[in-house]
């Protein structure tokens, strides 16, 4: 073998296990039939009855509409927060700036566990517990997202936001028409991270959300384990709870490799 072909080996290997579960998953899912069995044989054909026979389980589909509204609402609120906080801690200056700025990193450092309690007295306190209210207010805000745009606008040149005043513009003109469209490929960056954080959040969906109709995807998959579904089945769930967390890593990930690249050069 030569010695340049090596990496290409150990990479090759490394691509097969980490894709193996998911083709297996995958396999079984479409496998007719209740079980794999052992030795396992592939299947001699492939079938969507299992999928279909999840669709129709008790409260998937409620649970797919919970998860996708988690996500996607903070997907959207973190973006909107983060940017406008970044902004202003990027490029206004104001008494207070840096003891904010500190003040918001140091939430960085504690453990979401240690926040857990707190969190929930005040969501009982509010009266959302069990609601959407409950489940999605305190995720709206990411100190690591306001710190990965920060460091972006600040990287930004000078020149784009003083041409931006000469011609009149204002910090909201400024904000929609320069920081957005330039922060186009970290904001995508974020939304990939962000959504897959809430899409697979298991520990705050469970402990905030009490009834049948509250359940995300994660924890009604725990649930589905003492049912009555079979193990094709069960994988036919997890193959659709891991499915749009593919495809949006598949329609994003151009803007995931520019940012990569930008953080790697030292923007």
Not at 28 to 38: D, E, H, K, R, Y
Not at 96 to 103: A, T, Y
Not at 130 to 135: A, H, I, K, Q, S
Not at 219 to 229: A, D
Request: charged share 10%.
């Amino acid at each position: 073998m030569r010695r340049g072909a090596w990496p290409a080996v150990l990479l090759t290997l490394s691509s097969l296990v980490a894709i193996g579960p998911f083709v297996v998953m995958l396999v079984v899912a479409l496998s007719p039939g209740n079980a794999p069995t052992i030795p396992y044989r592939l299947p001699t054909s492939l079938t969507l009855d299992n999928l279909a026979e999840v669709l129709s389980t008790g409260s998937f589909l409620r649970w797919t509409a919970n998860t996708v509204i988690y996500s996607v609402v903070s997907v959207v609120a973190v973006l909107l927060s983060s940017s406008m906080a970044a902004y202003v801690l990027a490029r206004k200056r104001f008494a207070g700036r840096e003891v904010l700025l500190w003040s918001m990193l140091s939430t960085m450092m504690v453990p979401f566990q240690a926040l857990l309690m707190p969190s929930l007295v005040v969501i009982a306190y509010l009266g959302w517990s069990d609601t959407y209210w409950g489940l999605i207010v305190p995720t709206l805000a990411n100190a690591q997202a306001v710190l990965l745009l920060r460091q972006f606008i600040r990287a930004l040149p000078d020149e784009v936001f003083d041409a931006a005043r000469v011609d009149g513009a204002g910090d909201w003109r400024v904000y929609l028409s320069i920081v957005l469209p330039l922060c186009r490929p970290v904001l995508a960056t974020l939304a990939v991270f962000v959504f897959l954080w809430h899409w697979n959040d298991f520990l705050w969906p469970l402990v905030v959300g009490h009834s049948d109709s509250m359940r995300t995807l994660t924890v009604g998959l725990s649930t589905l384990e003492s049912g009555n579904l079979t193990a094709a089945e069960l994988m036919s769930a997890a193959t659709i709870t891991g499915l749009p967390c593919l495809l949006v890593f598949v329609v994003l990930q151009r803007h995931l490799t520019k940012t990569i690249s930008f953080t790697g050069a030292g923007g």
